[in-house]
C-alpha cells in the first residue's frame, strides 16, 4: 500500500490528470450546437448506470470521449482509442487476433481462442458485442464512448470483469439536420463521413449514417512489390425511430460494415538466443537453408525501415453487422425497457504463421462465422429515497470455424534434426485440417438499487445471478504430403513411432474432442458515496464477481498414449475480488475537475495460457494461473477556465502481476530445450525470476502481466480565438494531443526479447470552424517517434522475434459540414 500511496503522490505531482472529459456533452452535438468550441461550465452526461446523469455524480471510475475529440485526434476506432484512455489497452495482429484489456485484465495475452469469455464488455446502444473484432472496426456516426473502469455486471446484460466501454450513436431527431466529413492525408489516406436525419411524420423519425476509410499500407514487402497492413473500412448504419405517445419510443436499428485491407504482416525486430543447440537457432538455420541453395536475407534488420518479406498470402477480410429492436416505456411507475438484437461476423484470413520468407509454413488460415441473439427486460425506478434497475438478460451464440494449416518446402530443416532436417519431403506439405464449433448460452437476473440515506449519503448494494452453458466440437485431420491421413495414436503397449511418422507427429497430431460445461454463477457488490460539499463526492467499492467457465477449441495438449488429454477439455471459472475507492471534486465555479480513484483485484484461477509439449513441439491451451493481482492509482485533472482555452491530462499507475503461476509458458530464452543455465543466466532460485520446471514450462509467479505499462498519460489542450475570414465569423483555434506509456513486455511469460520501450506520441491540429463548418490540418506522431505496438515469438522457438510497429509521421486535412 505503501507503493500506492507514493505512486499517487507522484501522479499528482507530475500530472495531475483527467477523464476524457475535455468536450462537451454529445447530446449538446445532436441537439446542433457549434463544432465544438470549449465551452466553460459544460456538463458531461454519461448512461454508465443506465441512467442520465453528469460524469462527476457518478460514483465509480469513467472516462468520456466524446464525438469531437474522436475526430480531431483521429481516434476513430476502440483501436486507436487507447491513447485517450491511459489503463485502456488494445492490442491487435489481426482483427480476430485482439484483445482488449482494462488495468491490465480481460483476456490471456497473446492467445485468441472462441472458449472463453471477455473481460471487457464492448456495448453499442446498449446491445453486447461478443466478437472482439468490433474493436478495429471504425465507430459509425458515434455521439460518444465511456470507458467504464472495473467489474461490470449488476447494471450490464452480460457480465464483465474488468469493465466496458459504452458507445453511444447519434439517435434521429424530428428536425431535419445533416452531417459530412471528408479527410485526405499522406499514405493515401482517404476518409469520407456522412449523416442525414429527420422526420417521415410527426411520430416517426429516421437517421441515416455510413462512412468510408481507406489507406496504403505501412510496411513493404520487396519480395511482392506490395504494401500491407492497409486500412480499409466501409460502413453503413441505419435507424428508426418511432414515437406514439410521449411516453413510448420503439427504435429499430441496423448496421454493416467491412473490411478488406491487404494484411496483416510483421517485420523483423530481433534475434535472441533461445535453449535449442546452437545449429538450431534462427541465424544458423538461414544459414543451413542458404547452403542448401535458398539464397534467403532477411531485406533488413532494422524494423523502422518498414520492410517485410513474408512469401504467404495475406488477407483479412472481415464482415461485422446486426439488428436491434428496442422499445422504452415510461411510467408513472418506472422505466421498461426491452432491447432485442442479432448480431454476426464472418472473418476470412490468410496469414504468414512463420514470420518469414522462407517457406515454413506455407498456409494458416481459420475462417470463422459468428451469430449472436440477445434479449434484456430491464426496468428503472426513481424515488426520494430509493433508486433501483433490475433486468433479465439472455444470451445465445454459434461460432464455426474451418482451420487449414500447411508446412512448407523448407519446415523439415527448421523443425527436424539429423539427416531428417535435410529431406524437405517428409515435412512439406503436411497439412492440419481444423473444423470445430462452439455453442454458447447465458442467462441472468442482475438488480442494484440507490437507498439516499441522507441528502450527502447514498448505498448502493447490487446482485447478480448467472448460468452459463457451453458446448463445441474440435476435430483435426492430419495428411502428409501425398494426402494420405496420418495416424499418430499409440496402441497400449504397442512400439513407441518412429521415422517420418514420428517426424510428422511431433508437428500435427489428430484429434477429436466435445467439450460440454455449464456452470451457476453468484456475485454481488456494494458502493458507498457521500457527498462532502457541493462538486465533492467520494466513493467505496466492493465487487464479488466472476469470469464464467471456458473450454479448450483450438485443440488439447496430448498423453503419453498421443491421444487427447480430456481433464484439460474445461477451465474453471475466475474468482474475483475488487475493491475501489475515490474521490471526484470540481471547482473553481465547476470549471475544473479533479479526479482519482485507488483500485486493487485479487483474482483466483486466472483463465491464462499454458504449454503442454509433446515430441519437442510447444502448444497452447487455456488453463488456470492460481492468482493474479492488479493494483494501482487513476487520476484525472481537467481545467475549462473559459470558452477560448481547455485542458486536460489523465494518468495511471498500474502494478498488474501474477501472484502465483507455477506452470506457465517459458519465455523464449528458456524454451526449445533441456536447460542448463550458465553464469550469466538468471538466478532461478530467486523468487520473481523465471525458474526452469521443465523446457516447456517455467514458474512465472511474481512477473508483470503482459501488456501493462506501469505509468500510462494522455493529454491534450486547446486554445482559440474569434476570426472573421471571408465574411464568416468564427474561431481560429490550436490543439495538441498525445498519450505517453512506459516499458512494458509483449510476451505472455515476460521476455528479455519482448521488452518495448516506452515512448510518447504528440500530435497536433490547426484550423477555423464556425457554427457551420470546420476546416483544420493535422499531424499526428508529430515527432515521428518510433515505437512498437506489439511483438511477437516466432513459432519453433529459434528465437525470432517480430513485430508490428507504430505508425510513423502522418499528415493530412479535414473539413465537415453541418446542415
Same mark, same amino acid.
Given at each position: ?12 505531482? %507530475? ?13 449538446? *452535438? ?31 471510475? *469513467? ?82 464512448? !465511456? ?50 436525419? /429527420? ?14 476509410? $481507406?489507406? &496504403? ?100 477480410? @472481415?464482415? *461485422? ?46 475462417? $470463422?462465422?459468428?451469430?449472436?441473439? $440477445? ?15 433490475? /433486468? ?104 513407441? %513411432? ?51 467457465? /471456458? ?67 510447444? &502448444? ?13 492509482? !487513476? ?6 477556465? $473559459?470558452? &477560448? ?33 550458465? @553464469? ?58 498525445? @498519450? ?59 528465437? %525470432?522475434?517480430? /513485430? ?16
Amino acid at each position: 500500500m505503501k507503493k500506492l500511496l507514493l505512486a499517487s503522490a507522484a501522479l499528482a505531482a %507530475l500530472s495531475s490528470p483527467l477523464h476524457a472529459q475535455a468536450v462537451p456533452p454529445a447530446a449538446d *452535438i445532436a441537439d446542433g450546437a457549434e463544432l465544438e468550441s470549449p465551452r466553460a461550465n459544460s456538463e458531461i452526461i454519461v448512461t454508465a448506470r443506465r441512467r442520465q446523469e453528469t460524469a462527476q455524480e457518478v460514483p465509480l471510475a *469513467i472516462s468520456v470521449v466524446g464525438a469531437n475529440q474522436i475526430e480531431s485526434t483521429g481516434n476513430f476506432n476502440i483501436l486507436k482509442l487507447q491513447q485517450l484512455a491511459p489503463t485502456l489497452q488494445v492490442y491487435s495482429s489481426n482483427p480476430r487476433n485482439t484483445s482488449v484489456n482494462i488495468r491490465g485484465l480481460g483476456v490471456p495475452f497473446g492467445l485468441t481462442s472462441d472458449g472463453f469469455e471477455q473481460g471487457v464488455g464492448i456495448y453499442v446502444d446498449d446491445v453486447y458485442n461478443s466478437r472482439v473484432a468490433a474493436a478495429v472496426f471504425d465507430f459509425l456516426d458515434v455521439g460518444q464512448v !465511456e470507458v467504464l473502469r472495473g467489474p461490470q455486471g449488476t447494471l450490464y446484460g452480460k457480465n464483465t470483469t474488468a469493465g466496458a466501454i459504452n458507445i453511444t450513436t447519434n439517435q434521429p431527431t424530428f428536425d431535419f439536420e445533416g452531417r459530412a466529413e471528408v479527410t485526405a492525408g499522406n499514405l493515401k489516406f482517404k476518409q469520407a463521413k456522412a449523416a442525414v436525419s /429527420g422526420p417521415l411524420s410527426d411520430k416517426v423519425a429516421v437517421r441515416v449514417a455510413g462512412g468510408v476509410t $481507406s489507406r &496504403r499500407g505501412t510496411l513493404y514487402n520487396p519480395r511482392t512489390n506490395q504494401y500491407i497492413n492497409e486500412q480499409d473500412n466501409l460502413g453503413v448504419r441505419g435507424t428508426l425511430l418511432f414515437k406514439p405517445t410521449d411516453d413510448l419510443k420503439i427504435t429499430l436499428s441496423g448496421d454493416y460494415s467491412k473490411q478488406d485491407p491487404l494484411g496483416f504482416g510483421t517485420t523483423f525486430v530481433r534475434v535472441g538466443r533461445t535453449q535449442r543447440a546452437i545449429g538450431r537457432q534462427y541465424d544458423a538455420l538461414v544459414a543451413a537453408a542458404n547452403a542448401a541453395g535458398r539464397n534467403y536475407q532477411v531485406p533488413s534488420r532494422n524494423p523502422y525501415d518498414r520492410l517485410t518479406d513474408l512469401d504467404s498470402s495475406l488477407n483479412a477480410g @472481415n464482415k *461485422i453487422g446486426g439488428a436491434s429492436l428496442k422499445a422504452v416505456w415510461d411510467t408513472d411507475a418506472g422505466t421498461f425497457t426491452s432491447i432485442t438484437a442479432w448480431r454476426f461476423w464472418d472473418w476470412k484470413p490468410e496469414n504468414d504463421r512463420d514470420f518469414t520468407g522462407l517457406s515454413i509454413v506455407s498456409k494458416s488460415q481459420n475462417p $470463422s462465422q459468428q451469430d449472436q441473439y $440477445s434479449q434484456e427486460f430491464r426496468y428503472n425506478y426513481d424515488g426520494e429515497k430509493v433508486d433501483f434497475v433490475a /433486468g433479465l438478460f439472455g444470451f445465445k451464440q454459434r461460432i464455426d470455424t474451418q482451420g487449414t494449416e500447411s508446412q512448407g518446402i523448407d519446415a523439415s530443416r527448421w523443425s527436424l534434426t539429423g539427416a531428417q532436417a535435410n529431406d524437405p519431403s517428409i515435412l512439406n506439405g503436411l497439412t492440419a485440417t481444423n473444423t470445430q464449433y462452439l455453442k454458447s448460452t447465458s442467462a441472468a437476473a442482475f438488480a442494484q438499487a440507490a437507498w439516499k440515506v441522507t441528502d450527502q449519503l447514498t448505498i448502493q448494494p447490487g446482485i447478480r445471478l448467472n448460468y452459463d452453458k457451453k458446448s463445441g466440437f474440435y476435430e483435426r485431420v492430419v495428411t502428409n504430403g501425398a494426402g494420405a491421413v496420418i495416424n499418430c495414436t499409440v496402441p497400449p503397449g504397442g512400439p513407441a %513411432l518412429s521415422g517420418n511418422l514420428a517426424a510428422q507427429c511431433g508437428v500435427y497430431q489428430p484429434q477429436s474432442t466435445s467439450p460440454s460445461v455449464s456452470k451457476w454463477n453468484f456475485s454481488y457488490d456494494l458502493n458507498v458515496n457521500y457527498k462532502f460539499a457541493p462538486g465533492i463526492l467520494g466513493y467505496a467499492t466492493y465487487a464479488k464477481t466472476f469470469k464464467t467457465v /471456458g473450454i479448450n477449441q483450438n485443440g488439447l495438449p496430448l498423453t503419453s498414449a498421443n491421444v487427447p488429454d480430456l481433464t484439460a477439455s474445461t477451465v474453471k471459472p475466475e474468482s474475483l475480488h475488487h475493491f475501489e475507492v475515490g474521490m471526484k471534486t470540481q471547482f473553481w465555479d465547476r470549471k475544473a475537475t479533479f479526479n482519482v480513484s485507488a483500485f486493487r483485484t485479487n483474482i483466483r484461477n486466472f483463465q491464462a495460457t499454458v504449454n503442454g509439449g509433446q515430441f519437442g513441439t510447444v &502448444r497452447g491451451y487455456l488453463a488456470n494461473a492460481d492468482k493474479v493481482r492488479s493494483q494501482g492509482i !487513476e487520476t484525472d485533472f481537467r481545467i475549462n477556465p $473559459s470558452e &477560448r482555452f481547455l485542458a486536460y491530462v489523465s494518468g495511471a499507475y498500474t502494478d498488474a502481476k501474477y501472484k502465483k503461476f507455477t506452470n506457465a509458458p517459458c519465455p523464449p530464452e528458456l524454451s526449445g530445450g533441456t536447460l542448463q543455465p550458465a @553464469n550469466a543466466a538468471p538466478d532461478y532460485s530467486q523468487p520473481g525470476v523465471p525458474g526452469a520446471l521443465s523446457p516447456r514450462q517455467c514458474d512465472i509467479s511474481g512477473q508483470r502481466l503482459p501488456g501493462v505499462s506501469r505509468w500510462s498519460a494522455s493529454f491534450g489542450a486547446e486554445a482559440n480565438v474569434p476570426v472573421e475570414l471571408l465574411a464568416n465569423e468564427g474561431q481560429a483555434y490550436l490543439g495538441v494531443d498525445g @498519450n505517453y506509456r512506459s516499458h512494458w513486455n509483449s510476451n505472455a511469460s515476460p521476455s528479455i526479447y519482448t521488452e518495448v520501450k516506452g515512448y510518447v506520441v504528440t500530435n497536433v491540429r490547426a484550423g477555423f470552424r464556425t457554427d457551420r463548418f470546420d476546416i483544420f490540418g493535422w499531424v499526428r506522431n508529430a515527432f515521428d517517434k518510433k515505437y512498437i505496438d506489439l511483438l511477437q515469438v516466432a513459432p519453433g522457438n529459434v528465437g %525470432l522475434i517480430a /513485430g508490428t510497429l507504430g505508425d510513423q509521421r502522418t499528415w493530412g486535412a479535414t473539413v465537415k459540414a453541418k446542415f
